[in-house]
């Protein structure tokens, strides 16, 4: 028997078969839905979550940057969405490729390795939401602490990566230099879950065991700036005021409109990883515009609430209107002004109405469900 093939036969045990069949998910519309808002929520409210597995495959070149490669072909797979991947070749991204590719360092791992990422996992509420869902799922499969994550070179660029990972007991994490290709005997590729934007239930609920676990008792510690995470309270606003784009024009008003509520103010970059899911464990409402920071609502206890400040022109993502109900938490939203009319919703910052604002958050404070909330370890 050749060397290929016994490293080939000797791997049948790393993957366990998994897989997760198709269904169907219905949400209900916000908590403070207006029927006039209509046609911003009836194309997220039915969403068909399809089949999804954990695969084992063979001689997969991995790159410092650029999408994995089997057999000559490069894997639409390492890609948020077909289209992205059509995408990347009309912009010559597989010329570009292959100039590169007598320039990288080459290296064989024999040992096997795992890959989660594709094009957008680099954004926060990608990594969160899609890339560490991939890698929650592919651990009901297989023995993580035996597997090397291998994340693309641009992975170095924040320290969340890092920390988020440690809760998974990960054999190594391994950060690949630009021009640096790998070939993998053996590499365990979790599919993607759903369209991104669609979390899945069942993996976010075991996302936030695994991480709350990780936590132990940091609630009633004090993080790297000395604050207790208790003294940011259980009424929490996240704020974008260092962030590039998306924030709040007048956010001086709404900061003085949720205070009168009993909310703080949280500053995400201000605060590790830890800090920020910590904060989310024990807050009973968070409000903030849309942006990375609501990802870490998917940490709430079920049957909380949360607000998010909308851009009225759109087109908006649902995505945190989807999170919160795989999270089983209250969802209300509130429609903003763009600033600058001249900028698309991506970029374009809001201004907040104070009045609607104060009226938005009392509804919330005196929702229901809020009020008979599930107290989850």
């Known amino acids: 028997m050749d060397r290929k093939h016994a490293t080939r036969d000797s791997s049948i045990e790393i993957v366990r078969p998994h897989q997760r069949e198709s269904y169907v998910v219905n949400r209900p519309y916000p908590k403070n839905f207006d ?19 954990v695969k084992l495959m063979h001689d ?61 996992s680099c954004g926060y509420f990608h990594w969160t939401c899609d890339a560490l869902s991939r890698l929650q799922f592919a651990s009901e499969a297989c023995d993580l602490s035996k597997l090397t994550l291998l994340l693309p070179c641009k ?48 993996i976010m609920a075991g996302l936030r065991d695994r991480f709350t676990k990780y936590l132990g008792g940091t609630l009633s510690l004090s993080d790297a700036s000395g604050d207790a995470i208790s003294h940011f309270g259980d009424r929490v606003y996240i704020s974008r005021r260092l962030a590039g784009r998306r924030k709040v024009s007048n956010e001086g008003e709404v900061i003085a409109v949720l205070r009168n509520h009993g909310f703080t103010e949280f500053t995400a970059e201000e605060h590790s990883w830890e800090t920020q899911i910590a904060m989310a464990r024990n807050a009973r409402y968070l409000v903030s515009n849309h942006g990375g ?47 600058d009319l001249r900028k698309t919703a991506h970029w374009g910052d809001i201004v907040v109405d104070p009045g609607k604002l104060s009226e938005c958050v009392r509804q919330m404070l005196a929702g229901e469900s809020a009020q008979t909330m599930v107290r989850a370890a």
């Open 293 to 339: 920071g609501l990802a870490s609502l998917f940490m709430m206890r079920p049957g909380t609430g949360v607000l998010e400040l909308r851009d009225s022109i759109g087109p908006t993502p649902n995505c945190f209107f989807s999170l919160a109900d795989a999270a089983d938490v209250d969802f209300y939203y509130m429609l903003c002004t763009r600033s």
């Open 155 to 202: 992975f170095r660029r924040y320290g969340f990566f890092l920390e988020s990972l440690k809760p998974f007991g990960l054999g190594e994490v391994r950060f690949l230099r630009r021009f640096e290709r790998v070939k993998c005997d053996n590499l365990v590729f979790p599919s993607h879950l759903s369209s991104t934007g669609n979390p899945d239930a069942n």
């Open 60 to 120: 997969v070149e991995v790159f410092g940057r650029g999408p994995l490669r089997m057999d000559g072909e490069y894997l639409p797979e390492s890609f948020v969405t077909i289209e992205e991947a059509e995408k990347w070749r009309r912009r010559r991204g597989h010329w570009r490729a292959a100039v590169e590719r007598p320039v990288q360092r080459r290296s064989r791992l024999e040992s096997p390795a795992i890959y989660i990422t594709d094009n957008w």
């Open 35 to 53: 029927s006039n808002d209509h046609a911003m929520f009836e194309r997220t409210t039915e969403y068909a979550m399809p089949h999804a597995s």
